[in-house]
Every structure is written in structure tokens, then in C-alpha cells.
């Protein structure tokens, strides 16, 4: 991941750039399992000009049984192209979730090979509140070539969680809700043991963003964020949650305060909270 590419871009940026040729916007609103809320028709209704919207629920290894996992190259290629997504696009990113989901799509591009990706800082709900322009008509894009290079550095399976249990090369860092890390509130998805991984720390990915207009917090307020939840930024890091949503937002500020040695739990508690033979602590 090339440091010279900024990974948030503010709202005036993005407004002043809105025409730009090599300008691409993606609205990856995700709702959490059980919310009544449709990301898509919320699109349909209202979006940034000439933004496309990415489905995270679609656009994932629909074989799977664990819910968005990550799709295989040949499916992210296919899926960028008729997007009008391609090689050497300007790429930015924005929801209007609670869960910061546009983090996941940043995320995924960047496991994908395409690097000049930013997310739009505070989102669609600081865009609305702005009072900056909206539309209703999806855009018809043209179709463009995206490779797509699946960087497995950045990516952690159960396999490798498991043999971290006892090797500790990784430190692990959980987004849930307190609550849910600790075993005391229930699951949002049904037949999932309650708890955390052992040995992991929690970080609630609200902690990193500013509750007043849900803009990312400075680099060292987050450092000491993290900092304070016990890890030692100066080893790796892997990231996780519920299902690969809200860990890529602690992957984000990970790397807003430099740090690289990092990676993504993809199964998340939703692999690790229902398999048979995972502790729980």
C-alpha cells in the first residue's frame, strides 16, 4: 500500500472534484443483519453525483456459507468493470452507515491491487448535512479493464488464527461492541457462541471516529486509542469483528497512524464464534 496516497478525502475535496475525468465515486452502504434499513433503495433514492453502488452482499464468494467473504479475482475483475471501475481510476469511497462500511470496499480494493483508493471522510450523512448536491439517477458506466491482484499478506484465515493461538506473532485486535467482546450481549446472527478469541484486545470502532460528524479522529488520538487497549504498535496486527464490516475500519486507523504490518481477519466472529472447535474467552 503505496503511502503516498491519502486514505480519507473531505468533503470540499471531493466537491471540488466531482468532474474530474479519473474520478470514480462508490457508495458502499452496508446495514447490519436485522437493521429494516436498504442500502440499496436508500441509494436509488439519494446519492453523491455519479457515484455506482457496490453491494457488499453481492459482490463476495456467494459460495460461501459466511456472509461477505472475499470474492476471487476473476469475480472482483468482472464485478469492477461493469462498475466502470478500472486500472488507473482515482477511487472514492463513501457510505451512510452506521458500521463505516465504506471502510470494508477500501479494504477490498486495496487486497485487490488498486491502490489510489480514499474514503470520503464523515460520509454521506456529512455530505447531506453540508447541503451539497445529491441525485436520484443511477449513472450508466462504461465498462473499463480492472486487474486484479490478490495481495494475500493483507488477509488472515482460521487456519492461521488457529496456529496464532499458539505462535503470538500476531497481536488481535477486536471491533465489536464491548459487550459482544466480552460474551455479555447476544449475537446478531443466530447459533453463534458468544465471547472473543483469546488472547484478543477490543477496540469499538466508534472509539476511532468523532461522534459529532463521524469523521476519523486525529492520528495521535488514535494511536493512543490504540495504544491503551494494550497493543504494541511496533508488532502486527490483525483486525477483527462480526463478519470483515467493522474491522476494516480499525485496519483504516491502523494506517492512518503508519502502521503496515497489518491484516484482516476475513471469517471473523461469524467463522470463529460458530465453528465447533474454536475457544471462546
Not at 52 to 66: A, G, K, S
Not at 68 to 77: D, F, N
Not at 87 to 110: C, E, T
Not at 156 to 174: A, I, Y
Amino acid at each position: 500500500m503505496p503511502d503516498h496516497v491519502p486514505p480519507l478525502v473531505s468533503t470540499e475535496w471531493l466537491n471540488e472534484h466531482l468532474s474530474a475525468p479519473d474520478i470514480r465515486i462508490v457508495d458502499a452502504t452496508w446495514h447490519m443483519p436485522g437493521d429494516e434499513r436498504n442500502a440499496l433503495g436508500e441509494y436509488k433514492e439519494a446519492h453523491i453525483p455519479g457515484a455506482v453502488f457496490f453491494d457488499i452482499n453481492e459482490i463476495c464468494d456467494l459460495d460461501n456459507p459466511l456472509p461477505h467473504m472475499l470474492p476471487s479475482a476473476e469475480k472482483m475483475s468482472s464485478c469492477m468493470r461493469k462498475l466502470g471501475i478500472g486500472d488507473g481510476n482515482r477511487v472514492i469511497i463513501y457510505d451512510n452507515s452506521d458500521v463505516r462500511s465504506a471502510a470494508r470496499v477500501w479494504f477490498m480494493l486495496k487486497a485487490f491491487g488498486l491502490w489510489d483508493v480514499a474514503i470520503l471522510d464523515g460520509g454521506f450523512q456529512k455530505w447531506k448535512t453540508e447541503r451539497l448536491d445529491i441525485e436520484d439517477i443511477p449513472p450508466i458506466p462504461r465498462l473499463r479493464h480492472f486487474t486484479a491482484r490478490f495481495n494475500t499478506t493483507k488477509v488472515r484465515d482460521l487456519e492461521h488464527m488457529l496456529e496464532n493461538l499458539e505462535t503470538g506473532r500476531e497481536q488481535v485486535v477486536d471491533a465489536r461492541p464491548p459487550g459482544r467482546f466480552a460474551g455479555a450481549d447476544p449475537e446478531p446472527r443466530a447459533d453463534m457462541k458468544c465471547g472473543s478469541i483469546p488472547g484478543s484486545c477490543n477496540v469499538f470502532f466508534r472509539m476511532l471516529l468523532n461522534p459529532e460528524d463521524g469523521t476519523f479522529k486525529s492520528p495521535d488520538e488514535i494511536r493512543s486509542i490504540f495504544e491503551a487497549a494494550g497493543l504494541n504498535l511496533k508488532n502486527p496486527v490483525v483486525t477483527s469483528c462480526g463478519s470483515g464490516i467493522t474491522a476494516s475500519v480499525l485496519l483504516l486507523g491502523l494506517h492512518l497512524i503508519g502502521h503496515r504490518q497489518i491484516a484482516l481477519y476475513d471469517g471473523s466472529w461469524s467463522e470463529w464464534g460458530s465453528h465447533p472447535d474454536t475457544p471462546v474467552s
